[in-house]
């Protein structure tokens, strides 16, 4: 595989295992460590330093290429909202949004939490989706209103607390990660991290809303028809 596939030339293991150590670890909140071990019971022998060069490369690459294919075809009801991470004993904000099936449109990590944050978050989202919302959704931040009057002034924007649970919901999974990884190193390693984890999160998210089990089972097997494709593993 390594022959025949330019993208894994120059590596000694085969595309089946460098994409499925990938999997594992932006899938599941497993550290590197964890990985390693989880190879190891497979008979692959591989250190844990070893993973994470390939979730680095590897992982950029596929969440680059699900991005693309997922381009404008996302929900036009856009859930915006901000978490706060500390870094190194200082406080960081994570901006997000997600649609109303709580796929993730956008993420992007800020040291302020004001209206020109909240400016720079929208912008990145008309220029990756493409289009304005239907409609946006916040929660009582005043800097979301004062962005979008400027940003997007014809989109409907409803401004509520309850409202906005789905986009409050979906910073969980980093928060599960950034206890694994005893919190992240600094801003640029969030940024980079949660850029490759979104994406892959996205090609595995199943809304489970009116869904029977069956056709969950189908949607996930498609899902991982899609990813050994990406990864052509």
């Not at 071990?37 to 008979?43: E, H, S, Y």
């Not at 956008?106 to 919302?133: H, I, T, Y």
Request: proline share 3%; hydrophobic share 40%.
């Amino acid at each position: 595989m390594t022959d025949r596939d330019p993208l894994y030339r120059g590596h000694r293991f085969p595309a089946e295992i460098i994409a499925h150590a990938v999997w594992l670890y932006f899938r599941f909140p497993l550290s590197l460590r964890m990985v390693e071990d989880l190879l190891a019971v497979r008979g692959v022998i591989v250190s844990h330093q070893t993973v994470r060069l390939w979730v680095e490369k590897f992982g950029r690459h596929f969440a680059d290429n699900i991005r693309r294919r997922s381009c404008g075809q996302l929900g036009d009801k856009w859930h915006l909202d901000e978490a706060v991470i500390s870094i190194r004993g200082k406080k960081h904000w994570l901006w997000r949004a997600v649609d109303q099936e709580g796929f993730v449109l956008e993420v992007l990590v800020q040291s302020r939490r004001d209206a020109k944050a909240a400016k720079r978050l929208m912008r990145k989202l008309l220029k990756s989706q493409g289009r304005a919302p239907r409609v946006m959704i916040t929660d009582k931040l005043r800097s979301y209103g004062a962005a979008k009057r400027e940003i997007m002034p014809g989109v409907d924007h409803r401004s509520h607390k309850g409202l906005n649970n789905r986009a409050e919901n979906s910073h969980q999974p980093i928060r599960w990660r950034e206890r694994i990884m005893k919190r992240f190193k600094s801003q640029r390693h969030l940024q980079r991290f949660v850029s490759i984890h979104d994406p892959i999160a996205n090609l595995f998210h199943i809304p489970r809303h009116d869904i029977s089990s069956s056709h969950h089972r189908e949607l996930r097997a498609a899902a991982m028809n899609l990813w050994a494709k990406i990864a052509r593993a």
